[in-house]
């Protein structure tokens, strides 16, 4: 017995050793701010608030009513933010272009060297018009107005996403692999630029509009679409870029950051979501991720315009090796990648298939949290989503003047209690 209990013991310190060899980070053991949102003003159609402390504070907005209703409100209360931000990150996109453009076809990268940025974009705004819903330009149009902005800067920020791309990861997790063995935990983990003005206006915005159900959409001041966010019908979207083509690309269709707030606004279960991705004129090559917390399941979709492959834990590993491999995933790792009530994709595959498999069965939204601190993912932000306990964890980059780890995923989570903020009534003003 002896000889059992010492074999085993060198198996397991030779499992966390293996483990520990394929990441390089540190796990994230803050305990996540909770506690009351303090209000800072309110109108009409909206009103604002901050959650956290000290140096990783944010922004929650409430905004209500018509599209344009929504946009005005958020840009009145945000109004000083969004004209600070909104002209310093198109200028600094323009002065890191050759960064931002890495990964894009290169028929991309001439016509924006050709033309420029702010020409591109609204390129990109000319070939998507026809494909989007025009509640979404409504929403800019009352934006622009309310934050006294140039409309068309505010349309061409919006275009950004088709054409800088980011690195990124995603899971989901319900079933056996949680501790709990019941609800869905998901994690939007944003690997883009810290260099920039972004971090410096964290912003979660809750919905409640006049068509569709409340959601919450987690960006920056003055943002409208969707790149991470959950909804009060229980679906949460995660996504990540892919730096190989997944099929036949086009510049014609609606930006995927439009079709995933589409997601959060109108769709009721996850059915409707993988309809609605299979049936849009998509664009880019990307990687989605939705969760539906009501039925317990997570979906991996392969995204181009010809492309609206969808896997689960029963069927990832039939991608293609080469997109395993393309993120630090071997045949080794590729070969015990699948793991029940599981499904991931992102950035260092090795260290996340290491880190899921140690701690598959006690999963939780607190693991969730330690595991990006330790594969090094999610620099800009990082989100969880608890779906079982309707709590959304919220992390954010280093502003310019605040102190600490210049990550998302070292820093303090957020805590929202998103049944309060979907629930919550519009403000009695006139």
Known sequence: MKV????????LANRAVRADDEC????NNLVPWSGDLVKVKEVANGSLYTAGDGDDQIFVLHVYGSPYDMGYAHGVLLKPQIQSLLPAFLKHVDEELEVYLKGLPQVVKDEVAKVGINEALEGTYLLTKPYTAQYFYDE???LADGAEMDYNMVIRIHMLPELVKAGCSMLGAWGDSLSSKSGLTQLRALDWDVNGPLQDYPTVVIYHPDNGHAFANVGWSGWLTTISGMSSSGLGVSEKHSDVPLGQESRSGIPFNFLMRDVLQFDESLEQSIRRIQNAHRTCSIWLGVGDGQEERFRLFEYSYSTANVYDDSNVTKIDPSRF??????????????LKDIVYWGVHLGCWNSQLRNSHGNMSAETV???VGKVQTGDLQAVV????SSKMYVSNAKGSNESGPPNAYDRQFVTLDM???????????V
Not at 24 to 27: A, P, V
Not at 385 to 388: I, M
Not at 419 to 429: E, H, S, V, Y
């Open 419 to 429: 049944k309060a903020l979907f629930n919550q009534t519009k403000p009695n003003i």
């Open 140 to 142: 800019m149009k009352g």
């Open 4 to 11: 059992v209990a010492l074999f085993l013991t060198i198996l």
């Open 385 to 388: 989503y608890d779906f079982e």
């Open 24 to 27: 390089h980070g540190t796990f």
């Open 325 to 338: 491999m393309k993120e630090h995933c071997d045949q080794s790792c590729i070969d015990n990648y699948a």
């Open 369 to 371: 949290i330690n595991l």
